[in-house]
């Protein structure tokens, strides 16, 4: 179904929308990406299993010329770099490289994504699996693709012929109540899957090819296109709690609205829900 824009995206001088830029930059990280796919990576440590590697900082750093060479007083909230307040009401929301300890083990699953924000609201956003040459898009109003073709997510109603999907994340505690929740579960589900990557994690679930996803700690990068894309694509993103969530909420649970109202009655009460 076409779809009326409900904000018109911004554009360049020479014509090209916001949308437009961010699929050349999502583009030019794969490059960088697929380039060093086969190079010895210099790996940093940012916490106990928090890392990143030279090929995160190259990526970021060439997506980062291309958006502030398009749109020089839109600001930046990246992860490899500090935040920049622009003169416009736009900002642009990065990850060069989410999936990094996929990609640091020759697991090839990961993405680069690229979302715009007016405010705090996500108003366009592209996820680039460079290994598959897949690209996701949705812009506020304008539906959700992949390569160009229309996406939805599941049409799978009943919890319990669910693919369920879910990441770790950096929290401990937060995870071992996830991996908790789900053994409650089971076997009440169709089966489970670890991501590795949630910008990749929401938008499987934004097409269909998981029927839910969840996350309990989530950086505003990690989520950002995400959100337009489920959006666009008639899924419901809700938190922990089961309230709207938004660019700056940690957790996240993304289906289909009648999968998520499921998934939050199966889980009503358990820890992973409840903790702070």
Known sequence: MTKTPNRPLPTTADGRTALDVALQATRTA????????????????????????DIDLAAEKAVLEILTSAFPDFGILAEES??????????????PL?????????IPHFCTIVALAQGDDIIAGVIYDPVREETFTAADGQGAFLNGSPITVSET??????????????????????????RSLWPGMYSVRLMGSAGLGVAYAASGRVDLFFHHSLAPWDIAAGLILA???GGRVVDRQGAPAGLFTPSVICS???????????????PWRTAP
């Open 30 to 53: 794969g490059e960088i990406i697929r380039g060093g796919w086969n190079s010895d990576r210099q790996i940093t440590f940012k916490g106990r299993a928090d890392i990143v590697t």
């Open 82 to 95: 500090p935040p920049v307040t622009g003169a416009s009401p736009y900002r642009w929301v990065v990850d």
């Open 98 to 106: 989410d999936g990094t300890r996929n990609y640091a083990h020759s």
């Open 231 to 233: 959006q666009e694509a």
């Open 157 to 182: 109603t009943e919890l319990s012929r669910c693919l369920l999907s879910c990441d770790l994340g950096y929290v401990d505690e937060k995870a071992g109540l996830a991996l908790d929740m789900l």
């Open 256 to 270: 289909s609205p009648a999968l998520v109202q499921g998934f939050l009655a199966a889980t009503n009460g358990l």
